[in-house]
């Protein structure tokens, strides 16, 4: 298995990552950061930037006082339109339009605000999709009198292609379909090329949110219209940041908020000017977005390393705690992802649980109830950094089996 890893070649299955890969990959990654006085279990909600990241955005706003806010983003658009091509190739939409807004949510809800509805179209999306994408289209399906439709999932969350064929074949066929890459709540990856070409079939456009995955799972490139994304969680950019890929002929129509800056008014209407971005505003905190572009930098060609490495210590938890009694491994042990999670025994038990690792250093997840349709209770999460050491793994399977 070292072998394997140290080649850095394709998945392996290991149930530990081998100790010369993981031990060169965690320590770039931890020799990154000065400040790692806990173990974080929780990047699925809020990674960690690394020092030259900090640093990047201090300069940018010590630049910003010295010589001017719009003078200071002249001076770093070449950075940042890099910025733009490398998430654009990393969301497998390699020759898209990437544009910044401040977060995942506002990403999703913009471009589909934005979106070219008629009425009557019909949107499908899985029952485990994340909530907020769920309220932004409930919203717009009144406003714009669509048809929602709800995608089968199996008992994993992974939406069922049998129904979804039977959907695509039927009257029903949706024109917009929306899924999540990596659930957030669920360690499982969707089958997106599956998903992709029976969207094709049915001349459906195809959104994938990849907030769970950038950075940790690779989006493949499928024909998607858009992919939405943030810069906080397994890109460990700063808070503040999120991102969409759109393709071409989608951007050209998306009707996006009109500013001063992207549109003008005109006897026959408004009228978008000519590149002007769909969504993007220009009034924006420029440090952060450059933390991010320094961010995408620095891990740049380690990130399929990276990833290897956080997915396989993502095995090694699952293997590490899969038995315990009382926790139920919500995803098999050997799921692509990093993202694990467990039912807990009980809310008040799952509380506590945080609080005793947090008291021994330990940052874990949880996902609260009601943050998709599928989960009803709150679960624990763990979303591990690529770091070398797993000691604290032992200290996590502790806590757990001694918690009633
Ligand atoms: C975190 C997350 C979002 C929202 O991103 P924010 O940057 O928190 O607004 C959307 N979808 C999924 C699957 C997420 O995990």
Redesign the pocket.
């Known amino acids: 298995m070292a072998d394997r890893f140290s080649d850095g070649c394709e998945a392996p299955g290991a149930v530990h990552p081998a100790p010369r890969f993981a031990a060169a990959c965690a320590a770039e990654w931890e020799a990154g950061r000065s400040s790692r006085d806990n173990v974080s279990l929780d990047v ?1 909600r809020c990674g960690r930037p690394s020092d030259r990241v900090i640093a990047a955005m201090q300069r940018h706003l010590v630049a910003e006082q010295h010589i001017g806010g719009y003078e200071a983003e002249a001076a770093a658009a070449p950075q940042l339109d890099r910025a733009r091509l490398m998430l654009a190739a990393m969301m497998g939409v390699p020759r898209g339009r990437v544009e910044f807004v401040a ?4 990403a ?1 809800a913009q471009l589909l605000a934005s979106w070219p509805w008629r009425p009557g179209m019909r949107v499908a999306l899985p029952r485990s999709e ?1 909530a ?2 769920r309220l932004v289209l409930e919203r717009l399906a009144k406003r714009e009198r669509l048809r929602p439709i709800v995608l089968q999932e199996d008992s994993a969350g992974r939406v069922a292609l049998d129904a979804f064929g039977r959907l695509v074949a039927g009257d029903s066929r949706p024109s917009l379909v929306v899924v ?1 890459h ?3 709540h669920r360690g499982i990856v969707q089958p997106l090329p599956e998903i992709a070409e029976l969207c094709s079939q049915a001349e459906a456009r195809l959104v994938v ?1 990849g ?2 995955s950038l950075g940790h799972v690779e989006v493949p490139c499928v024909g998607a219209a858009a992919v939405v994304g ?1 810069s ?2 397994w890109l460990h950019g700063p808070r503040g940041v ?1 991102f969409v890929a759109v393709e071409e002929t989608l951007w050209e129509q998306l009707d996006g908020p009109p500013t001063l800056q992207t549109h003008a008014s005109r006897p026959e209407g408004q009228a978008r000017l000519a590149n002007a971005p769909a969504l993007e505003l220009s009034e924006a905190a420029v440090a952060a977005r450059l933390g991010l572009a320094t961010a995408l930098e620095e891990t740049g060609e380690l990130v399929s390393d990276v990833a290897q490495h956080v997915l396989a210590i993502g095995r090694s938890i699952r293997h590490g705690l899969r038995e315990i009694p009382g926790w139920r491994l919500r995803e098999g042990p050997d799921e692509p992802t990093a993202l694990v999670t467990f039912d807990a025994p009980s809310d008040e038990t799952l509380s506590r649980v945080l609080v005793r690792l947090r008291e021994r250093g330990i940052h874990a997840g949880q996902v609260p109830a009601g943050r998709a349709l599928d989960l009803p209770r709150s679960i624990l999460r763990l979303a591990p950094e690529p770091v070398a050491r797993l000691d604290w793994l032992e200290t996590v399977r502790d806590v757990l089996a001694r918690a009633r």
């Open positions: 699925a977060n995942g949510t506002s999703m994340f907020s994408t999540s990596v659930p957030s949110d907030c769970q943030t906080r969680k999120g």
